[in-house]
């Protein structure tokens, strides 16, 4: 015979109307988890109030989480290059004072600039990178380039004078002229096959405000 605590282990503590009335409010990555915060307020015996709480503060930090990972996307940001992937163990020396104050972003509202410099495969990008997923975190407009490609879209847009995204040579300069973060990687790097530019850093936009560049 079944006892009342087993049958109601396998009734589905969400009722079908109760389903209807949270897809329609847009809410439906909330039944994920509201099984489980419901028998957790049974459990704890907690309030109505702080049960509404618990469940809009998780239906809050994943919109957060949602949201800054499609602006990390957008940026063009690696999501694998983060602080915490960052191996603290590396033999790389660096100033750690300087990159703590670098973490802090108080150079962006500065208007300064940070260059990051190293031998090869010393993880310049990646700490480049890093910076990128704090500023999209805080919603700093940001972007992430190579320099070739940034300076062959900023070349191709001076010659037709065209800063429109809709134009195939104006949409990331646009959205280089937006960014306050725009962290431009493997400046001065030529290509080692074919006929690669010799890249130099072109004049500045006419619309781009100050800001600060990594």
């Not at 957008?74 to 603290?88: E, H, K, N, V, Y």
């Amino acid at each position: 015979m079944v006892n009342k605590a087993a049958k109601d282990a396998l009734t589905d503590p969400i009722s079908a109307d109760m389903k209807k009335v949270i897809r329609q409010l847009k809410l439906s990555p909330m039944l994920d988890t509201l099984p489980e915060r419901l028998a957790l307020a049974r459990q704890q015996h907690l309030s109505h109030a702080a049960f509404l709480e618990l469940v809009l503060a998780d239906e809050a930090t994943r919109r957060d989480t949602s949201s800054a990972a499609r602006r990390a996307r957008a940026a063009g940001l690696d999501p694998a290059m983060r602080i915490a992937s960052w191996d603290d163990h590396a033999t790389v020396r660096y100033d750690r004072t300087v990159w703590t104050d670098l973490t802090s972003l108080r150079f962006l509202g500065a208007a300064h600039g940070a260059v990051i410099l190293g031998a090869v495969g010393v993880g310049k990008t990646h700490l480049a990178t890093a910076l990128g997923h704090i500023a999209v975190r805080r919603r700093i407009p940001t972007l992430m380039l190579r320099a070739d490609a940034m300076f062959k879209r900023l070349r191709a847009s001076r010659l037709d004078n065209s800063t429109d995204p809709s134009q195939s040579s104006g949409w990331r300069t646009e959205a280089a002229v937006e960014a306050e973060a725009c962290l431009c990687v493997d400046i001065g790097v030529r290509r080692r096959c074919g006929r690669g530019p010799r890249y130099a850093p072109p004049r500045r936009h006419p619309r781009v405000r100050p800001s600060a560049d990594t």
